[in-house]
Structure formats: structure tokens, C-alpha cells
T-cell receptor, first 112, second 112 residues
């Protein structure tokens, strides 16, 4: 059973702080890793994807992947109230044809 | 470009009735996916089309669910007869490069 685990939260951080979201996955065959943001009642929106060990930065967002530890994280720098949402970690096992396996999501709240 | 469109956005039906959900992917996207989120659970994969062919239907819960994608454009997901446990949010997603899917806003199905 392939699983993706996330703390459900809520994770509360003050405006301007760094928010750190974590995700572990069960199967070493995982190939691609995604972070989605979902506002209440809306569709998941892709924030970042990462395939290789290490860090990948895009604006205020940094994804970190450690395949040996089966761990992927998302850092949000200079957090804003508009970042308040549920963040979903997802992995694929089938390469470019892979279907997403999601975690339950971590609810982030950024306090002004 | 227009995003992934799903309708209806909400549907309330009685147990035993039939419901058909529709998804219009982004124009030109060969890959179309159906996912479902049951309350309190993670988003789960149901089915993957490549053009009009079913690439993977391993996530379909049972034979009460039927998905079609005639002509490789829009897709329908029919539930017949609906049961209480079918309630949830049904998401459709499409992609062309097979990464970074774009999700629709979902159909919230309530079976009473």
C-alpha cells in the first residue's frame, strides 16, 4: 500500500515567518513529487514539483527532497495571510505516466 | 487558455439514482484523470485516459462507476446506482506533458 503522510495541522505561523511543511512517503519507487495548494472549496493548484534530491527554489517557495529518508518538504518564506490554505503533498510512481498519490494535506494559517 | 471545466459543481441525489459528471479538459490535453476526495480522507485516483483509451482504471471502486471519453475530448463519469458512500468531491485533471496536472474545481456529490 503506497502511502503519503502529512501532519494535518493546523500549522500557524505569523506573517513574515517561514512556514515549513513536511511529507513522507512509503515507497522507494516514488519518482516525482508535487506540492499543491488548495483553498477551501477550490481546486488543487500546483505550487512546486521536484524530481531530484536536493533543493529547488521558486520565488518564496523551496521544495526539498531526500530520497534516502523518503522525505519531501516545502518551505514558504515571508509567509503572507494569502498563503493560508491546505497544502497537499503528492507523489507518482509511474514516471511521466504516473498517477498522483496524495497525502491528506496540512492546513496552514498565517496570522497577520 | 481555458482551464479544466467540471459540471455540475454540486449534485444532490437520492440513493439508487444515477448521476453523470462531466469534465472538459484543457484543449489539446491528451491525458485526463479522475480523482475523488471523500470527507476526511485524501484525494484518491480513480482513472486515467490517454486520448479516448483507458490507460489505468485501477482506482475505480466498483462496477457502479463508468467513465467514458468518446473522441478523446470531454469525459463523463457515471455512477449507477449511487450509494451513500459515493458522496464526496470528484476532481478531474488534465495534462499534456504528464506533469503538473491542472485540476478542475470539482463536483461535490451528495447522496442522501
Amino acid at each position: 500500500q503506497k502511502e503519503v503522510e502529512q501532519n494535518s495541522g493546523p500549522l500557524s505561523v505569523p506573517e513574515g515567518a517561514i512556514a515549513s511543511l513536511n511529507c513522507t512517503y512509503s515507497d522507494r519507487g516514488s519518482q516525482s513529487f508535487f506540492w499543491y495548494r488548495q483553498y477551501s472549496g477550490k481546486s488543487p493548484e500546483l505550487i512546486m514539483f521536484i524530481y531530484s534530491n536536493g533543493d529547488k527554489e521558486d520565488g518564496r517557495f523551496t521544495a526539498q527532497l531526500n530520497k534516502a529518508s523518503q522525505y519531501v518538504s516545502l518551505l514558504i518564506r515571508d509567509s503572507q495571510p494569502s498563503d493560508s490554505a491546505t497544502y497537499l503533498c503528492a507523489v507518482t510512481y509511474g514516471g511521466s505516466q504516473g498517477n498522483l498519490i496524495f497525502g491528506k494535506g496540512t492546513k496552514l494559517s498565517v496570522k497577520p | 487558455e481555458a482551464g479544466v471545466t467540471q459540471f455540475p459543481s454540486h449534485s444532490v441525489i437520492e440513493k439508487g439514482q444515477t448521476v453523470t459528471l462531466r469534465c472538459d479538459p484543457i484543449s489539446g490535453h491528451d491525458n485526463l484523470y479522475w480523482y475523488r476526495r471523500v470527507m476526511g480522507k485524501e484525494i484518491k485516483f480513480l482513472l486515467h485516459f490517454v486520448k479516448e483509451s483507458k490507460q489505468d482504471e485501477s482506482g475505480m471502486p466498483n462496477n457502479r462507476f463508468l467513465a467514458e471519453r468518446t473522441g478523446g475530448t470531454y469525459s463523463t463519469l457515471k455512477v449507477q446506482p449511487a450509494e451513500l458512500e459515493d458522496s464526496g468531491v470528484y476532481f478531474c485533471a488534465s495534462s499534456q506533458e504528464n506533469y503538473g496536472y491542472t485540476f478542475g474545481s470539482g463536483t461535490r456529490l451528495t447522496v442522501v
